[in-house]
């Protein structure tokens, strides 16, 4: 099992930036994807970022590429960290995003969620 606790969500402004915390704990070496979905209301979650534990690879959905970066990091006290940095955040960027672990190619765990709002 991984857990995700997800911390960083808000309120700015268009043209602000917030960067979205992610830390993983549990069985974190069994992690070889972590990725950031979001869902905004009366929409399906969508996953707009994701990085492979393996290289370090990313992928972004259309939508963010150029604005958004996913990067981790493993710390010594057992945890894993992913981030996603967010620039020039637009209106229709609020939503509500998720913190996303993928194990052994199959199995995955999610965050509690942490809304972010972009007021034009």
């Known amino acids: 099992q991984v857990q995700l606790v997800e911390s960083g969500g808000g309120w700015v402004q268009a043209g602000g930036s917030l960067r979205l915390s992610c830390a993983a704990s549990?069985?974190?070496?069994?992690?070889?994807?972590m990725g950031w979905y979001r869902q905004a209301p009366g929409k399906q979650r969508e996953l707009i970022a994701h990085?492979?534990?393996?290289?370090?690879?990313?992928?972004?959905?259309d939508s963010v590429k150029g604005r958004f970066t996913i990067s981790t990091i493993s710390r010594d006290n057992g945890k894993n960290m992913v981030y996603l940095q967010m620039n020039n955040l637009k209106p229709e960027d609020t939503a509500v995003y998720y913190c996303?672990?993928?194990?052994?190619?199959?199995?995955?765990?999610w965050g509690q969620g942490t809304q972010v709002t972009v007021s034009s």
């Open positions: 996303y672990a993928r194990r052994n190619r199959a199995f995955g765990s």
């Open positions: 549990g069985s974190i070496s069994s992690i070889d994807m």
């Open positions: 990085i492979i534990s393996d290289g370090g690879s990313t992928t972004y959905v």
